[in-house]
């Protein structure tokens, strides 16, 4: 697949529209960076993830999509997705009231430790580097979860059917495609999913 | 606060390159960029599967959570050569890096993230290389004029990013040089 892109060149050739954009930029990211500070600049990235995972873990056993808990907690949907996958952390305010609606504590969200003896079992998946982690794609429930990850119900149409075009290729040339994979697409063309 | 977070983004893409160089050594390195079949090596090592087809959207790529064993790596055929090139690494560095908990973009959306700023580092270390940035610093260039030529070599790979994340990168690329010898 790879061969399709043709031979790597570098391309650093001088252009007066890159330049202006250079030299037009400079006041705004401190700013961004320092709400990434406020929030977690104190927090190594692996905590971040270790506690997007527990929110996303009490979030599903909740049975909860990202956009339902976004409504009970009155944030966007994509403070979830980003909580979740470790990009910030929430308020302290926030926590309490993500561990509200999810029925856990925001204690264990936060360290791990009590209130949720489950977590060993629940088959988190483990970076790559590591060794390699379990399949996310092992039902329909969790892949329909998946596509639900990437927009709510009936919106980015596009991007979904971009991502289940990409597993039909992957999934035909590794073996057969399962049922599953229909069964989405058909919901993501109807705006279901 | 800001500076701390910026020492993890920088220390974590170097964590990367040098788990990228125990399988192609010359990542980021005097040769570099790499060529397409040590990329391939790369992502094969990493358990990736990559496809490249047009997309109907504007997403340029996604890397899939595991599916079948792999790490699906889906790439736009009809994006431009170099946002293919700097995608393919940019995704592969999620992968390496374990962000790949969903659908992850290279869309302008969450760039600021520590994970989209350390995978976008990753890629610029071996596509604006180190060698390069020396040739520019050559006779004791200023570092501001090197840095305005590091900013040049990003933009080719940089055309519709907002100047937030351009300026950012910029930045960082030449930290990693500075600080990191990468």
New interface residues.
Partial sequence: ????????R??????A???N??N???A???A???F???F???M??DD??AV??RI?TLRERRGLTREELAARVGVHT?SI??W?????VPHAYTLERIAEACGGSADYIRTGRGGDEDEANDGA??????G??????ASLDMVAR?VE??APAGQ?R??K???L???R???T???TLPDWWYELKERVENGRL | ??G???D?VLA?ARRLVV?ARDVVGCYAGPLA?????Q??DL?NA??C?????P???D?VA?A?????????I????SAE??D??FA?RHELAH?????????V?LAN??Y?????RVADLFALAD??PAW?IGQARRGRTPWREVK?QI???V?????SWP??R???R??LRLRLYREHGV
């Avoid at chain 2, 600021?112 to 989209?116: I, N, T, V, W």
Wanted: proline share 4%; net charge negative.
């Fill in positions: 697949m790879l061969s399709s892109c043709g031979p790597e570098r391309h650093l050739t001088n252009s529209q890159a330049l954009t250079y037009n930029l400079h705004a990211p401190a961004v960076n320092g990434f500070g406020l977690s600049g104190h190594a990235s971040r993830r997007g995972h996303r994509g997705a980003r979740e996958t470790g990009g910030s998946s483990s970076p790559a580097g590591d390699g982690g379990g399949d996310m794609f998946f990850g990437i980015e596009l991007r059917l971009d991502a075009e990409g597993l290729r992957m999934l040339a590794r073996g | 606060m800001a701390s977070e910026d993890a974590a788990r960029p790499v060529r397409t079949d990329v391939n992502l990493a358990e599967h990559v496809e490249v087809f997309f109907q959207s997403t996604m899939l959570p595991r599916c079948a064993g792999v790490y699906p889906l790439i736009n055929r050569q170099t293919r090139f393919l992968v390496l890096a374990g962000d790949v908990d969903g659908a973009y959306e969450g600021m993230s520590p994970a989209e596509l604006v390069w305005r900013a040049l070599a933009a080719e790979y940089a055309e100047a937030q351009f300026g950012d910029a930045e």
